[in-house]
T-cell receptor, first 114, second 113 residues
Framework: DQQVKQNSPSLSVQEGRISILNCDYT??????FLWYKKYPAEGPTFLIS?????DKNEDGRFTVFLNKSAKHLSLHIVPSQPGDSAVYFC?????????????FGTGTRLTIIP | EPEVTQTPSHQVTQMGQEVILRCVPI?????FYWYRQILGQKVEFLVS????????KSEIFDDQFSVERPDGSNFTLKIRSTKLEDSAMYFC???????????FGDGTRLSIL
Protein backbone atom coordinates (compact mmCIF):
# COMPACT_ATOMS: atom_id res chain seq x y z
CA ASP A 1 0.00 0.00 0.00
CA GLN A 2 1.93 3.00 -1.33
CA GLN A 3 -0.80 5.62 -1.38
CA VAL A 4 1.55 8.23 0.08
CA LYS A 5 5.16 8.19 -1.04
CA GLN A 6 8.25 10.08 0.04
CA ASN A 7 10.89 9.04 -2.43
CA SER A 8 13.86 10.65 -0.71
CA PRO A 9 14.82 8.78 2.46
CA SER A 10 17.31 11.48 3.40
CA LEU A 11 18.26 15.06 2.63
CA SER A 12 21.18 17.23 3.79
CA VAL A 13 20.97 21.02 3.63
CA GLN A 14 23.32 23.77 4.70
CA GLU A 15 22.14 25.93 7.61
CA GLY A 16 20.41 29.07 6.36
CA ARG A 17 19.45 27.55 3.01
CA ILE A 18 16.05 26.29 1.89
CA SER A 19 15.01 22.70 2.62
CA ILE A 20 12.48 21.20 0.21
CA LEU A 21 10.80 17.94 1.13
CA ASN A 22 8.57 16.19 -1.38
CA CYS A 23 5.60 13.87 -1.17
CA ASP A 24 3.44 12.18 -3.81
CA TYR A 25 0.07 10.53 -3.40
CA THR A 26 -1.98 8.26 -5.61
CA UNK A 27 -5.47 8.40 -4.10
CA UNK A 28 -7.45 11.29 -5.61
CA UNK A 29 -9.93 11.08 -2.72
CA UNK A 30 -7.40 12.53 -0.29
CA UNK A 31 -8.39 16.11 0.52
CA UNK A 32 -6.38 17.04 3.60
CA PHE A 33 -2.62 16.85 3.88
CA LEU A 34 -0.29 17.31 6.82
CA TRP A 35 3.40 17.41 7.60
CA TYR A 36 4.76 16.03 10.85
CA LYS A 37 8.24 16.23 12.29
CA LYS A 38 9.63 13.46 14.45
CA TYR A 39 12.64 13.36 16.76
CA PRO A 40 13.97 10.03 18.07
CA ALA A 41 12.02 8.66 21.05
CA GLU A 42 9.22 11.19 20.54
CA GLY A 43 5.89 11.10 18.76
CA PRO A 44 5.18 12.92 15.49
CA THR A 45 4.74 16.67 16.04
CA PHE A 46 2.28 18.48 13.79
CA LEU A 47 3.90 21.18 11.65
CA ILE A 48 1.52 22.42 9.00
CA SER A 49 -1.47 21.28 6.98
CA UNK A 50 -3.28 22.14 3.78
CA UNK A 51 -6.77 21.47 2.51
CA UNK A 52 -7.31 20.49 -1.12
CA UNK A 53 -9.17 23.75 -1.77
CA UNK A 54 -5.85 25.62 -1.39
CA ASP A 55 -2.55 25.37 -3.20
CA LYS A 56 -0.36 27.03 -0.58
CA ASN A 57 -0.29 27.47 3.18
CA GLU A 58 2.36 29.33 5.09
CA ASP A 59 3.29 29.40 8.77
CA GLY A 60 6.46 31.22 9.68
CA ARG A 61 9.44 29.44 8.14
CA PHE A 62 7.26 26.60 6.85
CA THR A 63 5.27 26.63 3.61
CA VAL A 64 3.37 23.73 2.11
CA PHE A 65 2.53 23.67 -1.60
CA LEU A 66 -0.12 21.40 -3.09
CA ASN A 67 -0.32 20.51 -6.79
CA LYS A 68 -3.52 18.51 -7.14
CA SER A 69 -3.13 17.75 -10.83
CA ALA A 70 0.27 16.20 -10.17
CA LYS A 71 -0.82 14.69 -6.83
CA HIS A 72 2.24 16.23 -5.29
CA LEU A 73 2.95 18.31 -2.24
CA SER A 74 6.10 19.83 -0.87
CA LEU A 75 7.27 21.39 2.37
CA HIS A 76 9.65 24.33 2.20
CA ILE A 77 11.64 25.36 5.25
CA VAL A 78 13.48 28.64 4.98
CA PRO A 79 15.88 29.44 6.44
CA SER A 80 16.86 25.99 7.66
CA GLN A 81 18.12 25.76 11.23
CA PRO A 82 20.04 23.00 13.07
CA GLY A 83 16.95 22.27 15.19
CA ASP A 84 15.11 21.32 12.00
CA SER A 85 17.17 18.12 11.80
CA ALA A 86 14.55 15.36 12.21
CA VAL A 87 12.47 12.88 10.23
CA TYR A 88 9.62 14.53 8.33
CA PHE A 89 6.45 12.62 7.51
CA CYS A 90 3.83 13.54 4.98
CA UNK A 91 0.30 12.31 5.80
CA UNK A 92 -3.06 12.45 4.07
CA UNK A 93 -6.69 11.85 4.87
CA UNK A 94 -9.96 11.86 2.94
CA UNK A 95 -13.08 13.40 4.41
CA UNK A 96 -15.07 11.87 1.60
CA UNK A 97 -14.12 8.45 2.89
CA UNK A 98 -16.31 9.14 5.89
CA UNK A 99 -13.31 8.65 8.12
CA UNK A 100 -10.36 10.57 9.33
CA UNK A 101 -7.53 8.09 9.47
CA UNK A 102 -4.13 9.37 8.39
CA UNK A 103 -2.10 7.55 5.76
CA PHE A 104 1.59 8.25 6.24
CA GLY A 105 4.58 8.29 3.94
CA THR A 106 7.81 6.54 4.90
CA GLY A 107 9.53 9.75 5.99
CA THR A 108 12.53 11.82 4.94
CA ARG A 109 15.43 12.30 7.34
CA LEU A 110 16.52 15.94 7.12
CA THR A 111 19.99 16.87 8.33
CA ILE A 112 20.93 20.53 8.62
CA ILE A 113 24.65 21.07 8.32
CA PRO A 114 25.96 23.96 10.46
CA GLU B 1 0.51 23.70 25.59
CA PRO B 2 -1.84 20.71 26.04
CA GLU B 3 -0.38 17.39 25.01
CA VAL B 4 -1.24 13.74 24.62
CA THR B 5 0.43 11.57 27.27
CA GLN B 6 1.09 7.85 27.01
CA THR B 7 2.13 5.31 29.61
CA PRO B 8 4.23 3.29 29.96
CA SER B 9 7.01 4.52 27.70
CA HIS B 10 8.33 0.97 27.35
CA GLN B 11 6.49 -2.31 27.98
CA VAL B 12 8.15 -5.71 27.84
CA THR B 13 5.75 -8.67 27.79
CA GLN B 14 5.93 -12.41 27.25
CA MET B 15 4.25 -13.72 24.10
CA GLY B 16 0.68 -14.76 24.79
CA GLN B 17 0.21 -12.30 27.64
CA GLU B 18 -2.30 -9.46 27.68
CA VAL B 19 -1.07 -5.89 27.56
CA ILE B 20 -2.86 -2.58 28.08
CA LEU B 21 -1.42 0.64 26.69
CA ARG B 22 -2.74 3.84 28.18
CA CYS B 23 -3.27 7.30 26.77
CA VAL B 24 -4.61 10.58 28.09
CA PRO B 25 -5.77 12.62 25.08
CA ILE B 26 -5.98 16.41 25.03
CA UNK B 27 -8.88 17.29 27.29
CA UNK B 28 -11.33 18.97 24.89
CA UNK B 29 -10.66 16.61 21.99
CA UNK B 30 -13.40 14.33 20.70
CA UNK B 31 -11.62 12.01 18.25
CA PHE B 32 -9.11 9.43 19.39
CA TYR B 33 -6.76 7.17 17.45
CA TRP B 34 -4.17 4.48 17.78
CA TYR B 35 -1.34 4.01 15.30
CA ARG B 36 1.67 1.79 15.35
CA GLN B 37 5.11 1.84 13.77
CA ILE B 38 7.08 -1.36 13.39
CA LEU B 39 10.82 -0.68 13.37
CA GLY B 40 11.90 0.59 9.96
CA GLN B 41 8.35 0.78 8.60
CA LYS B 42 5.64 3.38 8.13
CA VAL B 43 3.32 4.69 10.81
CA GLU B 44 0.13 2.64 10.31
CA PHE B 45 -3.42 3.40 11.35
CA LEU B 46 -5.03 0.93 13.75
CA VAL B 47 -8.33 2.38 14.95
CA SER B 48 -10.32 5.56 15.38
CA UNK B 49 -12.83 6.18 18.17
CA UNK B 50 -15.55 8.79 18.49
CA UNK B 51 -18.64 9.14 20.64
CA UNK B 52 -17.74 6.04 22.64
CA UNK B 53 -17.50 3.72 19.69
CA UNK B 54 -15.07 2.61 17.02
CA UNK B 55 -15.57 4.66 13.85
CA UNK B 56 -13.04 2.79 11.74
CA LYS B 57 -10.47 0.05 12.17
CA SER B 58 -7.75 -1.34 9.93
CA GLU B 59 -7.25 -4.99 9.02
CA ILE B 60 -4.44 -5.07 11.58
CA PHE B 61 -7.00 -4.42 14.33
CA ASP B 62 -8.29 -7.97 14.65
CA ASP B 63 -10.17 -9.68 17.48
CA GLN B 64 -7.07 -9.60 19.68
CA PHE B 65 -7.27 -5.82 19.88
CA SER B 66 -9.78 -3.67 21.72
CA VAL B 67 -10.08 -0.04 22.75
CA GLU B 68 -11.90 1.56 25.62
CA ARG B 69 -12.52 4.96 27.08
CA PRO B 70 -13.23 3.88 30.65
CA ASP B 71 -13.64 7.41 32.04
CA GLY B 72 -13.57 11.01 30.84
CA SER B 73 -9.82 11.17 30.42
CA ASN B 74 -8.23 7.80 29.57
CA PHE B 75 -8.16 5.94 26.27
CA THR B 76 -6.70 2.44 26.28
CA LEU B 77 -5.57 -0.13 23.75
CA LYS B 78 -5.65 -3.76 24.86
CA ILE B 79 -3.96 -6.63 23.09
CA ARG B 80 -5.45 -9.82 24.46
CA SER B 81 -2.80 -12.39 23.53
CA THR B 82 0.36 -10.77 22.26
CA LYS B 83 2.39 -12.15 19.36
CA LEU B 84 6.01 -11.49 18.42
CA GLU B 85 4.85 -9.38 15.47
CA ASP B 86 3.03 -7.01 17.82
CA SER B 87 6.41 -5.56 18.80
CA ALA B 88 6.28 -1.92 17.69
CA MET B 89 5.91 1.68 18.81
CA TYR B 90 2.27 2.41 19.54
CA PHE B 91 1.14 6.01 19.22
CA CYS B 92 -2.06 7.51 20.55
CA UNK B 93 -3.44 10.65 18.88
CA UNK B 94 -6.40 12.96 19.36
CA UNK B 95 -8.07 15.76 17.46
CA UNK B 96 -10.78 18.29 18.18
CA UNK B 97 -12.78 17.44 15.10
CA UNK B 98 -12.45 15.87 11.67
CA UNK B 99 -9.83 17.54 9.48
CA UNK B 100 -8.19 19.23 12.37
CA UNK B 101 -4.62 18.10 12.96
CA UNK B 102 -4.17 15.01 15.02
CA UNK B 103 -1.78 15.46 17.93
CA PHE B 104 0.35 12.51 18.94
CA GLY B 105 1.79 11.24 22.18
CA ASP B 106 5.41 10.12 22.48
CA GLY B 107 4.44 6.49 22.13
CA THR B 108 4.82 3.22 24.00
CA ARG B 109 7.53 0.88 22.83
CA LEU B 110 6.07 -2.63 23.10
CA SER B 111 8.57 -5.48 23.10
CA ILE B 112 7.22 -9.03 22.94
CA LEU B 113 9.61 -11.77 24.06
Amino acid sequence: DQQVKQNSPSLSVQEGRISILNCDYTNSMFDYFLWYKKYPAEGPTFLISISSIKDKNEDGRFTVFLNKSAKHLSLHIVPSQPGDSAVYFCAASGRDFGNEKLTFGTGTRLTIIP
Amino acid sequence: EPEVTQTPSHQVTQMGQEVILRCVPISNHLYFYWYRQILGQKVEFLVSFYNNEISEKSEIFDDQFSVERPDGSNFTLKIRSTKLEDSAMYFCASSGRINQPQHFGDGTRLSIL
